[in-house]
């Protein structure tokens, strides 16, 4: 995994989910697979005109960056999805203050939390 392309999509994705009000995205490099995996929920949130756009963005800027590193964003119901909290999954939100508090209390893993109220 190139720790490069690792930096610039957890950046992106602070970017992402500021912009996709109610948005969870988790991410994990899958070594299997050679390939960093975003997915995306609740499924509104991926099947929306806006995430479709800004995705597209991201993922024109990662291609164009890193062309030898795979990259895929995939819904919370895909076959494929994130099965398990690793230490290389980070977690991104973007909810209200009161969801973030909640979600905190019930969530002991060390993923990064962003809430945007």
């Known amino acids: 995994m190139n720790a490069k392309a690792r930096k610039f999509l957890v950046r992106e994705l602070n970017t992402l989910v500021s912009r996709l009000s109610g948005a969870r995205l988790r991410y ?12 995306v929920s609740p499924k509104y949130v991926y099947n929306s ?10 993922y024109d800027k990662f291609d ?4 030898n590193e795979g990259f895929a964003f995939i819904s919370d ?8 909290v690793e230490a290389e ?12 508090k909640s979600t905190l209390l ?3 893993t060390k993923a990064q939390k962003i809430a945007w109220a």
């Open 89 to 100: 999954e980070r977690v991104f939100y973007n909810v209200s203050q009161a969801e973030q």
């Open 106 to 108: 019930h969530r002991k």
């Open 49 to 58: 005109d806006r995430f479709m756009e800004l995705s597209g963005e991201v």
């Open 64 to 67: 164009n960056l890193f062309p």
């Open 28 to 39: 994990k490099y899958d070594e299997p697979t050679e390939t960093h995996v975003v997915e």
């Open 77 to 84: 119901d895909n076959y494929l999805g994130i099965d398990s």
